[in-house]
């Protein structure tokens, strides 16, 4: 019997149509890293912070400087697209080390997350595919980090910031990883 299931197997070999795909999905497929860290004192404040648009956000959070003027408006959680080839755990402890100075801090996780919608920033791209590796931990607010990737740092209170206030789709994260969400 011949399937006609299309496995997410992306290969350009000849002799793999069969079990697989030779390009990406056509609105496209990401593997983002995200790194949740609460508050030890608060557990629903997450550090968060507004990225600085003169920060190198192309080499350390795959975001080009347009996305990066928008999302400076708001919260985000420090995250990143992995790189080609980039286990999750190293793409957290990355994030730790580029993002956020490089603090010492044992994460949990991953858990991972894959889901396909339509982009908010991106109107009628329908079925864009993200599988997403979210790790968690926990540190002191008096040791929160600081790092001049962002304009602001700081634990945000999950149930008191509105859901406007956060960026990037970050609510979405903040809500798959259980955390309480005040509505907009």
Known sequence: MTTTRRFCRFNRQPGNEAFGMPDVPPNGFCLSAFVILTSRERPTAVLMGKPDPTAPWDHIGAADPGRVARYARGW?????????????????????????????????????????????????????????????????????????????????????????????????????????????
Request: without cysteine; glycine residues 6%.
């Open 76 to 184: 985000m959680l420090p995250a990143s697209h992995l790189m080609m080839f980039e286990a999750p755990e190293a793409a957290a402890r990355r994030i730790l080390d580029e993002q956020l100075g490089g603090p010492t801090v044992a994460l949990e996780g991953p858990r991972v997350i894959s889901e396909v919608y339509e982009p908010k920033a991106f109107q009628g791209m329908t079925q864009h595919w993200d599988l997403e590796f979210h790790f968690r931990g926990s540190i002191s607010e008096s040791a929160r980090p600081r790092s001049a990737a962002w304009t602001e740092l700081a634990f945000v209170d999950t149930t008191s910031t509105s859901v406007s206030e956060i960026s990037r789709s970050h609510e979405e994260v903040l809500a798959m990883a259980g955390l309480p969400l005040r509505p907009a």
